[in-house]
């Protein structure tokens, strides 16, 4: 491949920095830029003497030129419900202000477009896995729609240039990631389950499973003990087969409390 000249927003943040090394391993020249919001100069500290990378630290809400580009990568948005939660308004200016910037510059220079979205489109899913035909069931008004509507108004955008304008783009929905440079405190699911079980506290783990979409949730206590729980509708061969020696299932957790029984069985068993 030949080498190419390559802006990439959100450079500095978790799975933005492992793509941008990658593109550079392949002989790219790469424009990074990022405000370090929720980025971190540590994943650019090993390209201080890299020169074909240029680093730029700027708010890309506002318009900006950065010359003759062949791809754009857009991964610059809050992805972590504590960063969205706490830069709400700044997450909902990073889904238009900054696509619709991003989108011009390809639109200028004729590049490829690359924009990472978020299965948080879905918001909260009615359909188990979802097919990219599914719309989506999404509250416009409630805490995490900052984040939702923002990615949606992204993803609308890039198909709107791409059927108006012509330019050439792309999309893709991510799903829970994880990986070196993970940040600790996150808050999502694998963090938190790394967090939690490194810190020796009860964690709650979930995990939809798209055979029989239940909801597996799993408990460690201080006393390692392990309990899990599957809530939802299990399929009928679930119900015929819990595949869990009988002797295992309690109808009381270890401490007394009843349990429900609609729905959901639960089991106990030590670590």
Not at 65 to 91: E, H, K, M
Not at 193 to 198: K, N, P
Not at 225 to 239: A, I, Q
Request: net charge positive; proline share 4%; hydrophobic share 35%.
């Amino acid at each position: 491949m030949n080498s190419k000249r390559i802006l990439f927003t959100g450079t500095a943040v978790f799975l933005g920095s492992h793509l941008r090394d990658s593109l550079l391993n392949a002989g790219n020249h790469v424009i990074g830029i990022d405000n370090l919001s929720t980025g971190s100069d540590i994943n650019l500290a090993h390209l201080s003497r890299e020169n074909r990378f240029d680093f730029v630290q700027q708010d890309i809400c506002q318009p900006f030129d950065v010359g003759p580009v062949d791809f754009v990568f857009n991964f610059a948005s809050p992805a972590s419900p504590v960063d969205y939660t706490r830069l709400g308004i700044g997450t909902l200016l990073v889904g238009s202000s900054k696509t619709l910037n991003t989108l011009e510059i390809a639109k200028k220079y004729c590049a490829g477009y690359f924009h990472a979205s978020t299965s948080e489109c879905y918001g909260d899913p009615e359909a188990h896995p979802q097919p990219e035909t599914y719309w989506g069931n999404v509250n416009p008004v409630g805490p995490r729609s900052v984040y939702d509507e923002a990615k949606r108004f992204s993803e609308a955008a890039v198909m709107a240039f791409y059927r108006y304008h012509r330019v050439n783009t792309h999309l893709v929905r991510i799903f829970n990631m994880y990986g070196p440079g993970l940040q600790i405190n996150d808050g999502r699911v694998i963090s938190n389950f790394m967090a939690q079980v490194l810190w020796r506290t009860a964690y709650h783990l979930w995990r939809w499973l798209a055979d029989t979409q239940f909801l597996l949730c799993v408990r460690f206590s201080r006393r390692h003990s392990c309990s899990v729980e599957f809530r939802g509708t299990l399929s009928s061969k679930y119900r015929q087969s819990r595949r869990m020696d009988d002797s295992r299932v309690r109808h009381r957790d270890p401490n007394g409390y009843r349990l429900r029984q609609k729905n959901y069985f639960y089991a106990t068993s030590t670590r």
